[in-house]
């Protein structure tokens, strides 16, 4: 007889949900630089946005949530200390770039130079290939083992977190500050949904 199917714990959801949502805007980032000569302050715009996003939500709540499951899952998995300390460094790594490219970004929207562009197109190349590495660890790795160690408690802590701070772009009310980044990706998916609706 087989075994029942393990329940996804909603805190894991939660986090894999947000890895699309910042798969989604590192593509964005890509498609902008891809897009644009980078020659004006408007084409920076909504790059600053996106980046002031990452840094002000996966940052402060998403990476800190992880890393909570972290040490609740050395407690219980003593042997994955040493891919808990990479992705903890990881994490502080990613830190310190989104507060760079940030501050390139500004720079850049203020004097749009050739020097300013070819700056933000490395710092956005090494952000996002970092980013996306790191993600797919977690997916692989961590995830999986925190689903078969940790238990029922350990997962209404961290899911705790996710209820005392709402994420302020893709959660149930859009801050003021992300109105238009929120706008731009609904106009997206509109006009997505009438190309597929024209075509079949």
């Known amino acids: 007889m087989a075994s029942p199917a393990v329940k996804t714990p909603e805190a894991i959801v939660t986090l894999q949900d947000e890895h699309r949502y910042m798969n989604l805007l590192l593509g964005t980032l890509e498609e902008q630089v891809q897009a644009s000569d980078l020659s004006t302050s408007a084409d920076y715009f909504l790059m600053q946005d996106i980046v002031r996003y990452l840094h002000d939500y996966p940052d402060t709540v998403h990476h800190p949530t992880e890393d909570l499951l972290f040490d609740k899952l050395v407690r219980r998995k003593p042997d994955s200390e040493k891919d808990v300390a990479r992705l903890r460094r990881d994490h502080d790594k990613l830190s310190e770039n989104t507060a760079e490219i940030l501050q390139l970004l500004n720079d850049a929207a203020e004097q749009p130079t050739p020097e300013a562009a070819a700056a933000v197109r490395l ?6 290939g970092r980013l996306r590495r790191h993600m797919r660890f977690e997916e692989s790795r961590m995830v999986p083992a925190a689903v078969q160690c940790l238990a029922n408690s350990d997962w209404r802590g961290i899911e ?15 801050d003021r500050d992300y109105r238009m980044l929120y706008e731009y990706f609904t106009n997206r998916a509109n006009s997505l949904s009438r190309s597929a609706t024209r075509f079949g």
């Open 160 to 174: 705790s977190r996710f209820n005392a701070v709402q994420d302020p772009l893709f959660g149930p009310a859009v």
């Open 123 to 128: 710092a956005l190349d090494t952000f996002t």
